[in-house]
T-cell receptor, first 113, second 116 residues
Framework: GAGVSQSPSNKVTEKGKDVELRCDPI?????LYWYRQSLGQGLEFLIY????????KSGLPSDRFSAERTGGSVSTLTIQRTQQEDSAVYLC???????????FGPGTRLTVL | AQSVTQLGSHVSVSEGALVLLRCNYS??????LFWYVQYPNQGLQLLLK??????LVKGINGFEAEFKKSETSFHLTKPSAHMSDAAEYFC??????????????FGSGTQLTVLP
């Protein structure tokens, strides 16, 4: 597809369960970002991947959050032992090398019961 | 470090009236500035951006914004509001070419309502 895709679009889970959220960036984009959008905190940066460099994890809120990017393309954000405060929309974005525009996916709405 | 303040979490205008959404930023390095729009249950769409050069930038859907360094502002305007402009608008900043951080820092958003 032409844009950033994310799956699932909605995820409902029980407190304490682990979840995995997937992001497919635009083909050829070397940079990939995860953000979280919640009512209380607005839009927050989580993690940033650029090519083969070590990711910038400075925005991850706790060690329950982790992400990986395989083959420089698809990324998975994993949340372990989910808590109710993890409920939010998780947005993925990608950008091309040397460009500053980030293209956003539609997001995954996570609800932790 | 960067931060963004959007004045007014909710703005209402009449159809055909001027739209003005305010954004002030703070940045330790020359910034790149962005406005994004978000329609319900959708991701963010870029309206316009300022990186370098001309301080008045034009974007999609008739929107424009002016970078004013002395006022640390990047307000978004549109001369005549349309019903389809109703959405949430986010101002964002990131470090420019002289900075290392590439992630966006967002304001808290402004919900625009357009009244018939």
């Amino acid at each position: 597809g032409a844009g950033v895709s994310q799956s699932p679009s909605n995820k409902v889970t029980e407190k304490g369960k682990d979840v995995e959220l997937r992001c497919d960036p635009i083909s050829g984009h070397t940079a990939l970002y995860w953000y979280r959008q919640s009512l209380g905190q607005g839009l927050e940066f989580l993690i940033y991947f650029q090519g083969n460099s070590a990711p910038d994890k400075s925005g991850l809120p706790s060690d329950r959050f982790s992400a990986e990017r395989t083959g420089g393309s698809v990324s998975t954000l994993t949340i372990q032992r989910t808590q109710q405060e993890d409920s939010a929309v998780y947005l993925c974005a990608s950008s091309a090398a040397g460009y500053n525009e980030q293209f956003f996916g539609p997001g995954t709405r996570l609800t932790v019961l | 470090a960067q931060s963004v303040t959007q004045l007014g979490s909710h703005v209402s205008v009449s159809e055909g009236a001027l739209v003005l959404l305010r954004c002030n930023y703070s940045s330790s390095v020359p910034p790149y500035l962005f406005w994004y729009v978000q329609y319900p249950n959708q991701g963010l769409q870029l309206l316009l951006k300022y990186t370098t050069g001309a301080t008045l930038v034009k974007g999609i859907n008739g929107f424009e914004a002016e970078f004013k360094k002395s006022e640390t502002s990047f307000h978004l305007t549109k001369p005549s509001a349309h019903m389809s402009d109703a959405a949430e608008y986010f101002c964002a900043v990131r470090a420019g070419a002289s900075g290392s951080a590439r992630q966006l820092t967002f304001g808290s958003g402004t919900q625009l309502t357009v009244l018939p």
